[in-house]
């Protein structure tokens, strides 16, 4: 890959999806191209942005191929416990300790990856409501760009790594076990509404107003500043007055957004909507 090669399908993925690559990560995303080159037949990365640019009906389906190489997708249930054990902590305070009936949740895991995310989330309100003798309607909504791992997410069916920070009681109550693969159970599958969104896309913010808890994680870092801003910018309107933000742990919004409030939780922080 040329510098002039490089160049071009940074700033293409950069006006498609917001993520950054930076000088640094040219031969990341060579890596990540060539096989795209060998599987249409082309003899130069110059080629392969002139097909993305120009090439009409081939290109809008080459697109879904670009998106699904140039993200990353590391995830597992249950991953960094302090942030769900906040999730728990507000829940537990905000949620079912109050007088009269519940109100419905709304929870959005923006970059659901392969949905290990929001299906931790589910198994997490399950558990309480059980513990607690308490029914509270929710829905979760999962997103990403990437339709290779929404198909995943869908079919729901996990190797040991991705459980492999699940308790035994937990794993043998919502999954199946069958060849060293286990399947979630339906019961959790259907709390989960799953589909595709580019979180550059202003409109479809639109789709996921009046959240009460949005999990943004491991995602801002992809992101350059102005991008960072915009879609802080977008997930602050999506949020409930009072609502939560998390983003991952080792993420900020210094110098991006002052909107959300700060909170301290053990090992974690955790932002609110004033």
Known sequence: MTREEFTVLRDFIYEKTGICFTETKKYLLESRLTNRLNELGLSSFED????LKYGAEKARAELVNLFDVVTTNETSFFRNQPQ??????ILQKSCMNGSGPPAPLRIWSAACSTGE??????????????????????????????????????????GQYSIRNIDASVRGKYFTEDNNMFRLND???????????NLIDDDAYRMYRQM?????????????????????DNMYECTKPKGYLTIGHAESLHNISRAFKPLVFPGTIAYQKG
């Open 84 to 89: 769900l054990d906040a999730f728990k902590a």
């Open 48 to 51: 392969y942005y002139f097909h």
């Open 117 to 158: 995310e929001p299906y931790t989330l589910s198994i997490i309100l399950t558990e309480l409501m059980e513990s607690q003798r308490i029914t509270i309607p929710f829905t979760i909504f999962a997103t990403d760009i990437s339709s290779k791992v929404l198909e995943s997410a869908r079919e729901a069916v996990f």
């Open 187 to 197: 019961s959790v599958k259907k709390t989960v509404k799953i589909d595709f969104m």
């Open 212 to 232: 009460d808890f949005i999990f943004c994680r491991n995602v801002l870092i992809y992101f350059d500043e102005k991008m960072k801003k915009k879609v802080i």
